[in-house]
């Protein structure tokens, strides 16, 4: 059977950088922002309480987990509303944490690997985080980018998949994601028909028993050899 790969697809948070050391510089900075701003909250509430706050709302609004943001400003407005200190703060507030968010540092083989990538094969970025690819500087290795709340549902369903697939004119038997969540991006990918690369940087315990990636990898390092024994395997 011949058969070429035409597009990859990457998850951010965890694949291309850490995702919690990004988070909580982040959150420490809204922090800041509000203790001089709104020290209302700040004298009522340290970041852990906080944090634990955010998450017990979006455990009560399980139809918000596909967009962070929402989750993020829904709960400064519950704030608002618990301390009564108006709501003319809240967008200049989570403003301070969205661009403290973009401040990412990269795992040290995602610029060599994917300027090489780049030279062969059409790529695009997936998350169901907030972060932005022209924010972050990586939008030149990549032609769009989705994320879970644009399409209204998280990277275990193949909808986003599906999505970015028809925008890129690229049939999923031609598509390969990379990504380090056995849930959101193995599974996410293999319901909607694509070849899924576990990206195990921890070299993890596989501990799904319903699905299985295509592929495992424990650095961006081993992707190119990979993609091209795939391509040579077809061919024979």
């Not at 059977?1 to 697809?9: A, V």
């Not at 509430?45 to 955010?54: M, N, S, V, W």
């Not at 090489?116 to 939008?139: E, Q």
Request: proline share 4%; net charge negative.
């Amino acid at each position: 059977m011949c058969r070429q790969i035409k597009l990859l697809s990457f998850d951010l948070d965890d694949t291309l950088w850490p995702c919690m050391p990004t988070i909580l510089a982040a959150e420490q900075a809204h922090y800041r922002w509000l203790n001089e701003n709104v020290p209302a909250i700040t004298s009522r509430y340290d970041i852990k309480q906080l944090r634990e706050k955010r998450l017990a709302l979006m455990v009560q609004n399980p139809y918000w987990a596909h967009d962070l943001s929402k989750v993020r400003t829904e709960s400064l407005l519950a704030l608002s509303e618990e301390l009564d200190c108006g709501t003319d703060w809240v967008e200049a507030a989570f403003q301070v944490f969205y661009e403290a968010r973009q401040d990412v540092t990269l795992f040290e083989d995602v610029e060599p690997v994917l300027d090489r990538l780049a030279k062969k094969y059409r790529m695009l970025a997936l998350t169901n985080g907030n972060a932005d690819i022209s924010h972050t500087g990586i939008s030149h290795w990549f032609e769009f980018a989705i994320s879970a709340a644009e399409v209204g549902a998280k990277k275990s369903e193949p909808l986003i998949y599906q999505i970015a697939l028809s925008q890129a004119g690229v049939s999923a038997c031609h598509g390969v994601h990379i990504g380090d969540d056995p849930v959101q991006d193995v599974l996410g990918a293999h319901r909607a028909g694509m070849i899924s690369v576990w990206l195990n940087r921890k070299k993890k315990r596989w501990t799904q028993t319903n699905f299985q990636p295509d592929v495992e990898i424990s650095s961006l390092h081993e992707l190119p050899c990979l993609l091209e024994k795939y391509e040579e395997h077809w061919q024979e």
